[in-house]
């Protein structure tokens, strides 16, 4: 069961592709509540702010727990791992249900009414938490165990494994668009949604003989598995971690880099080991990966909103449209596109597309057009995140669960805490440039204001001083706005390009060495 050598046992692969499924169900549903009217923002009176926190406290829970659990996973189990991930699923549908008690109480208004609405954000936000250790915890155990199911094919396989994410959002935004009208009478109906895959994956994973992982069978020491992540994967994840935590909970600079440190060196002393190279350069490849990924999806879907709404169709068809080209190209194509062009051979070809992609939908104009142009992205995205952690399994056994979710947990944690700023920023410029050849400097200097960030000083659009121009000139103004946040996306193309930089290096270090070939324990 362990590996091809064996038959796999099919019911334990489709129940793990099942529990990814749930993630995804989580995810669509909770955007849905957190930015509908309707929903969330009107039941407990949410300004844009807290509607944003409250999807925030699900996502970075995810990446932290990905990583945390990848140290103790083996020694735990991924048994305990799936029961764990199940019960954060049921306690968010349990704190859901009881904010949703505080506020729809008998006789509230006004300030009764605003003190509900606290009470209740607060167990939204602790349910939130709790759903993102969920999700996080789902992909720290079947990572592992597909990785060791099929030990002589993962990349194909972890491919076929996430296109239950994109699969997942697919279905479960279907199902989001056609109860519509029963959700806007009651809401709780897309928390039960969560619950149709989460109670199948349980079904199935309840007596599931799971693998042992070819790390611990092999008889790689767990102190090895530290070494290949090393010192300085542990200086990657640790700062990544703590600055998170650090945004949540105010911490200051100094306190973010003192533990950084002081867990940093402690990792080093005990596995003492910088860590393997090659997981280090993937490691840094991952940064911008996410970036690419993730970072631009927000953008891309903003460009197909707004023809989407001018021709009557919901918004969300725009998810579900790139969502379901990353479920079909990674279900059925990618063990042929991997069998031809291989693990790296893929992952160059698609920052190329990703590159073409991006730079084409910097001015594509038109439904039809700006669709074409998504395509090609959604092509180009589809493999970079299982191929690389297909690579990282191949490449570093010995690093087990921990190496293969760690780069995961970097890639979701990069994107909150440095690609969507540095993409914020790059938008930012567009659109100075943008207003100032429509208009004038003098113009955007009227509408912008002085601002700074983790990298340094910038200037933003002030909203509030757009809102204060002639209408004509506001029009004008607007439009050149649109116009720069479009044109960004060229700027952007420079994460898929260093990306193929660095998968060129990669193809040329192992032509030298007779080729690619996966690392056998």
Same mark, same amino acid.
């Given at each position: 069961m362990s590996n091809q050598d064996s038959q796999p046992d099919m019911k334990l692969f489709w129940g793990c592709f099942i529990a990814l499924i749930t993630t995804a169900f989580a995810f669509? #549903?909770?955007?849905?509540?957190?930015?509908?009217? @309707?929903?969330?923002? #009107? #039941?407990?009176g949410l300004d844009q702010v807290q509607a944003q926190e409250l999807f925030g406290a699900g996502i970075w829970p995810f990446a932290i727990s990905i990583i945390v659990f990848s140290l103790i996973i083996d020694q735990i189990g991924y048994r305990a791992a799936m029961f764990f991930s199940f019960i954060c699923y049921a306690l968010y549908a349990v704190l859901a249900f009881q904010a949703y008690g505080v506020v729809t109480a008998e006789g509230l208004s006004g300030d009764a009414l605003k003190e509900a609405q606290a009470s209740a954000y607060d167990l939204l936000y602790m349910g939130s938490i709790i759903l993102g250790l969920g999700n996080g915890t789902v992909e720290a155990f079947i990572n592992p165990v597909v990785a060791t199911m099929f030990s002589k094919d993962k990349t194909k396989w972890l491919n076929i494994l996430h296109a239950g994410w994109p699969g997942g959002l697919v279905i479960g935004g279907i199902l989001t668009i056609l109860l519509g009208e029963q959700a806007a009478e009651d809401w709780r109906i897309l928390i039960y949604l969560i619950a149709i895959p989460a109670v199948i994956y349980l079904v199935m994973l309840l007596k599931a003989r799971f693998p042992v992982n070819e790390r611990v069978s092999s008889g790689t020491t767990y102190k090895e598995m530290l070494a290949e992540f090393g010192a300085i994967g542990a200086l990657i994840a640790g700062y990544l971690i703590f600055r998170q935590l650090g945004m949540v909970f105010g911490w200051e600079d100094n306190m973010v880099y003192g533990l950084t440190a002081v867990a940093t060196i402690a990792y080093g002393l005990y596995c003492k080991s910088l860590g393997r190279p090659i997981l280090i350069f993937m490691c840094i490849i991952m940064i911008p990966l996410a970036t690419t990924e993730l970072g631009t999806d927000g953008a891309i879907s903003g460009l197909m909103e707004e023809p989407m709404k001018a021709a009557g169709q919901h918004p969300l068809w725009v998810l579900i449209y790139t969502s379901a080209i990353m479920m079909i190209l990674r279900f059925w194509f990618a063990g042929p596109i991997v069998a031809k062009l291989g693990p790296l051979g893929l992952l160059a070809t698609s920052a190329v597309l990703a590159i073409a992609g991006l730079y084409l939908l910097s001015t594509a104009s038109g439904l039809v057009m700006v669709f074409a142009c998504a395509t090609l992205y959604g092509f180009g995205k589809t493999f970079f995140w299982p191929t690389t952690l297909g690579v990282v399994? $191949?490449?570093? @056994? +010995?690093?087990g669960a921990l190496t293969l979710n760690a780069i995961a947990g970097i890639g979701m944690l990069a994107v909150g805490i440095l690609g969507g700023p540095v993409i914020g920023k790059l938008t930012e410029d567009s659109i100075k440039i943008s207003v100032e050849e429509a208009s004038s400097v003098e113009t955007y200097q009227s509408i912008s204001k002085d601002s700074t960030y983790f990298l340094g000083d910038y200037t933003a659009v002030d909203n509030e001083k757009v809102g204060k121009l002639a209408s004509e000139k506001k029009a $004008? %103004? $607007? $439009?050149?706005?649109? +116009?720069? +946040?479009?044109?960004?996306? +060229?700027? %952007?193309?420079?994460? @898929?390009f260093f990306m193929l930089i660095c998968y060129i290096v990669l193809i040329m270090y192992f032509k030298n060495r007779g080729g690619y070939k996966p690392v056998e324990l």
């Open positions: 669509i #549903t909770r955007a849905f509540l957190v930015n509908a009217q @309707p929903f969330w923002p #009107t #039941t407990f399994s $191949e490449q570093c @056994p +010995k690093g $004008e %103004v $607007e $439009e050149s706005i649109q +116009k720069g +946040k479009q044109g960004s996306l +060229k700027s %952007v193309a420079i994460f @898929p």
